[in-house]
């Protein structure tokens, strides 16, 4: 079965602190893999695509195919990050782009 | 526009009232998708359209839930008899290709509250 997993619901730390936000899927084929930010108050925006293999806003994630994990990276964390993180699966095989979404983590930037 | 835009933003209705909710995608965007977000947890996937055709329903249940994407009208996503846990936001979505292309745009959601 597909399944996005984010084991952590809330993840805090202090300005300047390294983040990682965890990832793990399930899915039987090749995955497209995504990462999706939630402002407060703003609408939910796309942040990564693993197969851009870009970094956006100091976050990288790497696609591991041996433990199924797309954990989200930034080394320095920003107050300006503390936001909602969704991590999302799509399909490649039979894709209708259906997202597949975990629970998501809050991330909190303290100062 | 290059959002997609939800009306309305918030909706109440009495437990077995009907509930419509509006989506514009983003001019050209080819695909529509409709997700069902309750309380704040995961986002369940409902339905999605190419242009005006059902591309995928399978997260649609099957009573009471429609939905249409017409040509030059908004899409929309209706609810007959409306029940309790049918409270949730819903979130609306374009693509202008494949997904793994571009990923998603979002609107900012409809929260229908039943009561």
């Known amino acids: 079965a597909q399944r996005v997993t984010q084991p952590e619901k809330l993840l805090s730390v202090f300005k300047g602190a390294p983040v990682e936000l965890k990832c793990n899927y399930s899915?039987?084929?090749?995955?497209?893999l995504f990462w999706y930010v939630q402002y407060s108050r703003q609408r939910l925006q796309l942040l990564l695509r693993?197969?851009s293999r870009e970094s956006i806003k100091g976050f990288t994630a790497d696609l591991n195919k041996g433990e199924t994990s797309f954990h989200l990276k930034k080394p320095f964390a920003q107050e300006e990050d503390s936001a909602m993180y969704y991590c999302?699966?799509?399909?490649?095989?039979?894709?209708?782009?259906?997202?597949?979404f975990g629970q998501g983590t809050t991330l909190q930037v303290k100062p | 526009g290059e959002e997609v835009a939800q009306t309305p933003k918030h909706l109440v209705r009495g437990e077995g009232q009907k509930a419509k909710l509006y989506c514009a995608p983003i001019?050209?965007?080819?695909?529509v998708f409709w997700y069902q977000q309750v309380l704040k947890n995961e986002f369940k996937f409902l339905i999605s359209?190419?242009?005006?055709?059902?591309?995928?329903e399978t997260g649609m249940p099957k009573e009471r839930f429609s939905a249409k994407c017409l040509p030059n009208s908004p899409c929309s996503l209706e609810i007959q008899a409306t029940k309790l846990e049918d409270s949730a936001v819903y979130f609306c979505?374009?693509?202008?290709?494949?997904?793994?292309?571009?990923?998603?745009?979002f609107g900012s959601g409809t929260r229908l509250t039943v009561v």
């Open positions: 979505a374009s693509s202008q290709r494949n997904v793994g292309d571009y990923g998603y745009t």
């Open positions: 899915y039987s084929g090749s995955p497209e």
């Open positions: 693993h197969i």
């Open positions: 999302a699966l799509s399909g490649k095989a039979g894709n209708t782009g259906k997202l597949i």
């Open positions: 001019k050209g965007h080819s695909y």
């Open positions: 359209f190419q242009n005006e055709n059902v591309f995928d």
